[in-house]
């Protein structure tokens, strides 16, 4: 059974320096990978979305990366803003279970102190 | 291009009662999924269903029924409303494998 762990469970950083933000799964057998976005009280934003045969997504601030034989992911936010506090979850969906399933990390809440 | 809503945002239910969650989209997507969210917590797939007439258990199915009788909408059903339900809950769709999901806004459930 794939198990997605997300460690820290919180994060504290002040504004201007860069996040990482770790994801780890135990089955390397996957499809790809999702980072997403889920402010206080709201839903799940999709920030960025891996291929298993990608190395590496990047949006703006954001870059992704992916090491599939090591079972981890990580996502990069440089230069970070206040506006950038919430919690970051990532989901992996596996290689050949029915479905196209994710399986969800607990999440990194994470606060960039002004 | 409204993607998925979910109708209603916020419900308080007595213990026993029953309801249903909305949830449509106009994607075409065949894929669609419902999560619980619980404090703190990671999502828990309930049900899915990869195509109209066709839907399977997740993680977390019991206290939980579903329907797809169109591509559009996928509502989730709870019958007898337990504490244990008081939960956010989130309804997904994606077009194929390739693709990333999309989500609804949420609906939070407290049962009393």
């Known amino acids: 059974k794939q198990e997605v762990t997300q460690i820290p469970a919180a994060l504290s950083v002040p504004e201007g320096e860069n996040l990482v933000l770790n994801c780890s799964f135990t089955?390397?057998?996957?499809?790809?990978l999702q980072w997403f976005r889920q402010d206080p009280g709201k839903g799940l934003t999709s920030l960025l979305l891996i291929q298993s045969s990608q190395r590496e997504q990047t949006s703006g601030r954001l870059n992704a990366s992916l090491d599939k034989s090591s079972g981890r992911s990580t996502l990069y936010i440089a230069a970070s803003q206040p506006g950038d506090s919430a919690t970051y979850l990532c989901?992996?969906?596996?290689?050949?279970?029915?479905?196209?399933?994710?399986?969800f990390g607990g999440g990194t809440r994470v606060l960039v102190k002004p | 291009n409204a993607g998925v809503t979910q109708t209603p945002k916020f419900r308080i239910l007595k213990i026993g009662q029953s309801m249903t969650l909305q949830c449509t989209q106009d994607m075409n997507h065949n894929y669609m999924y419902w999560y619980r969210q619980d404090p703190g917590m990671g999502l828990k797939l309930i049900y899915y269903?990869?195509?109209?007439?066709?839907?399977d258990k997740g993680e977390v199915p019991n206290g939980y029924n579903v329907s797809r009788s169109t591509t559009e909408d996928f509502p989730l059903r709870l019958e007898l409303a337990a504490p244990s339900q008081t939960s956010v809950y989130f309804c997904?769709?994606?077009?194929?494998?390739?693709?990333?999901?999309?989500f609804g806004s949420g609906t939070r459930l407290t049962v009393v």
């Open positions: 989901a992996v969906r596996p290689g050949k279970a029915a479905g196209n399933k994710l399986t």
């Open positions: 997904a769709s994606i077009r194929d494998a390739h693709y990333g999901y999309t």
């Open positions: 269903s990869v195509g109209a007439g066709i839907t």
């Open positions: 089955d390397s057998a996957i499809y790809n």
